[in-house]
């Protein structure tokens, strides 16, 4: 027999078939002993691709010091001190992926120290309800299955902070999904979800969104409160608009909506850190003027396959734009202006009719176009420059200017008092933003009681302020509330009246305490109270701790003498700033180290 021919067929010999399915004594051969070891010795265990049908009976038993392989603890007593059983560890990462298992038994309750547990590219149509017990999961893949609907217990993963649920047959989520408040990475992409449900908004730490692939027709209006969101996919989907009000996502950087129904743009105003957004094949027509000038850091706009016809001159004011894709659409020329863009590397626009550009110069490529806009505007002229010289006419706004931002910005003019006419003008614009920072203000504007029932934010900072006045009780929509760098003592009671606010910054006022009227924000997430002379932190139901959702906290540069170990227990938060304190512990080596490491430390601190 030629050589060649033997280590074919032996080749052959060694290969499973490609459709065999294992049977229980061949799954339960795969967790080897070698296997049970390397896993008591690391915490981790990886049965990855194993063609198992079922899980190994042994696995559910690991953690347990009697059950476990007697074989295995028995080399483990006899080894050296590295291997022995009192250096053995619990199993807390399992990795059964890309598999063909059709279900988990209930005895995954036995694996309660797992922070990692991957169940991808498997055929598992239900969870059983010991999933629930698995209550120190982080992160938990349960991609490419067939899940339909997760049970009950599932919402008991309260320190879940990565779930992957793409590539399923998910028709809806349960609202119970609001429970999940650590989760900061969500991934529902490639299902058949019809909707969003509405506490999706209570998941205030969440970074990324994903949801791509599914029947969405419209999201929840609560959907702008992940006011951490930086990431969000909706591309093919069914959306006719998005939320009229993007601008509550503050940190949202890079936005995906292709592929939609999408007729209009939305307003961005607030949405200061969006560098990409693709919305490329809908039916948007027109560019609004506010949609240039308020996105001042959006790096990558894609607009390709849409059906609009002309560029305003604005488009001029996206100063950090470097790629713009406006292939496909109806547009007939190209404003001069494009060529100011001093940082755009890629101009699309093939599939256009266009008439003022040769197309052989359009051939030619982004710059050759550029120049030719260039050439054809002559030197000294910017157009982006006439587009903003009415806002530097007069100190107040008009009525006009502030309908288009619904925005009031007075801000660093010196004033020391405004006038009534003006908050009258801002309540005909239906401005919910007011800016009047670094000014000269001793005493909050009356007039600003005018706008009682539309103001969602609200920023008082760098003045002269020392008192809070009564008609705030009447900010019933208020989420964003800075008052900062003033002269503040303390706060009244009606601050407390506030249940709207998410955000209040408080910071280089003369504060001693954190006042009482805080505690009662039971919506607050962010809160911001460094530079003042804060004394003591009241970590109890009384106080921080009261408040459910805070997630950030900034107390750094204050007089503080003792931090409460109890504040540790504060499981929502995940920005802590507390350096510049009088305090000997945490020392800074702690301190540097981050949140983690300091809600860890004062945890620790808490007597038994």
Not at 409 to 427: E, G, R, T, W, Y
Not at 573 to 601: C, V, W
């Amino acid at each position: 027999m030629k050589p060649n021919v033997a280590r074919s067929r032996i080749r052959r010999e060694e290969l499973n078939p490609v459709f065999h399915w294992q049977n229980k004594e061949e799954d339960d051969k795969v967790l080897s002993k070698v296997k049970i070891k390397q896993a008591l010795k690391t915490g981790t265990l990886n049965l990855s691709g194993q063609g198992l049908a079922t899980v190994p009976e042994k696995l559910w038993n690991l953690s347990d010091s009697d059950d476990c392989d007697k074989d295995v603890r028995y080399d483990l007593d006899r080894s050296n001190d590295e291997d022995s059983w009192w250096n053995q560890k619990t199993l807390t990462n399992l990795d059964l992926s890309s598999n063909a298992l059709t279900s988990i038994s209930e005895n995954v309750r036995n694996l309660s120290d797992l922070t990692v547990l991957n169940l991808q590219d498997n055929a598992l149509t239900a969870l059983p309800e010991g999933i629930g017990c698995l209550t120190k999961l982080i992160k938990l893949t349960l991609s490419r299955n067939k899940l339909t609907d997760l049970p009950e217990s599932f919402f008991n993963l309260k320190e879940l902070k990565n779930l992957n649920l793409s590539h399923n047959d998910f028709a809806e989520i349960h609202s119970n999904v609001s429970d999940l408040i650590m989760l900061e990475v969500l991934d529902i992409s490639f299902n058949s979800l019809n909707s969003l449900p509405g506490g999706i908004g209570f998941l205030v730490r969440l970074q990324q969104l994903t949801l791509n692939n599914n029947r969405l027709v419209e999201l929840p209006n609560d959907i702008v409160n992940l006011r951490n969101l930086h990431k969000m996919e909706l591309s093919k989907n069914d959306l006719k608009l998005l939320p009229p009000v993007m601008g509550e996502l503050r940190k949202l950087e890079c936005l995906y909506v292709q592929h939609n129904d999408i007729g209009e743009l939305p307003d961005f105003t607030g949405c200061d850190a969006l560098k990409e957004l693709h919305i490329s094949n809908n039916f948007i027509k027109t560019i609004p003027a506010d949609f240039c000038e308020n996105l001042p850091q959006l790096k990558v706009l894609d607009l390709r396959d849409n059906k609009i016809e002309k560029l305003p001159d604005e488009i001029s004011m996206l100063a950090s734009l470097t790629r713009l894709d406006l292939s496909n659409n109806s547009i007939s020329s190209l404003p001069s202006c494009l060529s100011t863009l001093a940082h755009l590397v890629s101009l699309q626009v093939d599939g256009n009719p266009i008439r003022s550009i040769r197309r052989d110069i359009i051939q030619c490529g982004t710059q050759r176009i550029l120049k030719t806009l260039r050439d054809r505007d002559g030197p000294g002229t910017l157009k982006h420059e006439q587009v903003k010289a009415p806002f530097e006419e007069s100190t107040f706004p008009d009525v006009y200017q502030m309908k288009k931002g619904r925005s009031m910005i007075v801000s660093n003019k010196n004033l020391i008092d405004i006038p009534d006419q003006v908050f009258l003008d801002a309540m005909e614009a239906s401005v919910y933003n007011i800016d009047i920072s670094k000014n000269k203000l001793a005493d909050v504007p009356a007039g600003l009681a005018n706008l009682a029932n539309l103001l969602t934010e609200l920023n008082l900072s760098f003045n002269l302020l020392k008192t809070i006045p009564s008609f705030f009780s009447q900010f019933d929509r208020i989420s964003y509330l800075n008052i900062s760098n003033n002269l503040l003592t303390d706060l009244p009671e009606v601050v407390g009246l506030l249940v709207t606010l998410r955000e209040l910054n408080v910071a280089n006022n003369q504060l001693k305490l954190l006042p009482a009227c805080i505690f009662e924000l039971k919506g607050l997430e962010i809160l911001l109270a460094r530079d003042n002379k804060i004394e003591e932190i009241d970590a109890t139901e009384q106080g921080l701790g009261g408040l459910p959702r805070l997630s950030t906290l900034d107390l750094a540069n204050n007089n503080i003498k003792q931090v409460p170990p109890i504040l540790g227990l504060l499981k929502n938060i995940t920005t802590l700033d507390i350096i510049g304190n009088g305090f000997r512990q945490p020392r800074h080596q702690i301190l540097e180290k981050g949140t983690e490491s300091i809600m860890a430390y004062l945890r620790d601190r808490i007597p038994n």
